[in-house]
T-cell receptor, first 112, second 110 residues
């Protein structure tokens, strides 16, 4: 079965650089969620999109932006990276903002 | 504020039964989910309770009491592969946003 695809799997950036994380949801899933998980922490909700419109916003820094495209894939753009942005970034998808998310394998971002 | 409380660690032996409790305090409540996460891996959906009562899925069961703001995950016939972190998460709005607990690390010993 198709899963949520995230790219890249690993990313190393220097402080003040920019990063773009991509997420391809399961086919026919119209909702995408982004979460950030620091080491030993629980996932923190960043932002979500339903039918290509932003549906909810959490603790996402102003330096970050995201969008969902016409093919339902989503990109998280992160600028002016800080050491504290080092974390696992998960994308999840569902049908119609449903309760059973499927998470991708995540992108491990390391800022040096 | 919004918070979910669950034990930080639980240890059990193979074949045993373990219960992981979760209490929550959130501004919105649309249901309680449970996720399993192995080290460095993706959270995997286990179960969801929107209404009071018990939901059973194979070796895993989940319970919810909305009046007590309380739920639990019950794992039966524990296997070594069940060693992982388990998160309770409240669906806090109709947009599907989840607020996660801090996670419970389950260690299964032979």
């Amino acid at each position: 079965a198709a899963g949520v695809i995230q790219s890249p799997r690993h990313l190393i950036k220097e402080k003040r650089e920019t990063a773009t994380l991509k997420c391809y949801p399961i086919p026919r899933h119209d909702t995408v969620y982004w979460y950030q998980q620091g080491p030993g922490q629980d996932p923190q909700f960043l932002i979500s999109f339903y039918e290509k419109m932003q549906s909810d916003k959490g603790s996402i820094p102003d330096r970050f932006s995201a969008q969902q495209f016409s093919d339902y894939h989503s990109e998280l753009n992160m600028s002016s990276l800080e050491l504290g942005d080092s974390a696992l970034y998960f994308c999840a998808s569902s049908i119609g903002q449903g309760y059973g998310y499927t998470f991708g394998s995540g992108t491990r971002l390391t800022v040096v | 504020g919004q918070s979910l409380e669950q034990p930080s660690e639980v240890t059990a032996v193979e074949g045993a039964i373990v219960q992981i409790n979760c209490t929550y305090q959130t501004s919105g409540f649309y249901g309680l989910s449970w996720y399993q996460q192995h080290d460095g891996g993706a959270p995997t959906f286990l179960s969801y309770n929107a209404l009071d009562g018990l939901e059973e899925t194979g070796r895993f069961s989940s319970f919810l009491s909305r009046s007590d703001s309380y739920g639990y995950l019950l794992l039966q016939e524990l296997q070594m592969k069940d060693s992982a972190s388990y998160f309770c998460a409240v669906r806090s709005s109709n947009t599907g946003k989840l607020i996660f607990g801090q996670g419970t690390t389950l260690q299964v010993k032979p």
